[in-house]
């Protein structure tokens, strides 16, 4: 009875064979550091955006009343 899937496997050359896995290397590392670059683009644009959202809090609390210091003169006092 004869294999209805034949398979057989060709053997490439070595050269060709380390060719191509040295061009998968190459574009795997590439196609990585696109990868960590996009996303050390986003964390800083994040980061941006919170320093500038804290500055706007910082400025907002420092127009507040400052109850802690208020209460602290009343004890020591």
Known sequence: MSDPFPQHIIPLPQVEAEEIL???????????????????????????????????ELEAMRGDINLFGWIQRGWLD
């Open 22 to 56: 040295v061009a998968h290397q190459i574009s795997f590392e590439f196609y990585e550091e696109v990868r960590f670059r996009e996303a050390f683009e986003g964390y800083c644009q994040w980061y941006q955006q919170v320093a500038e959202q804290h500055q706007r």
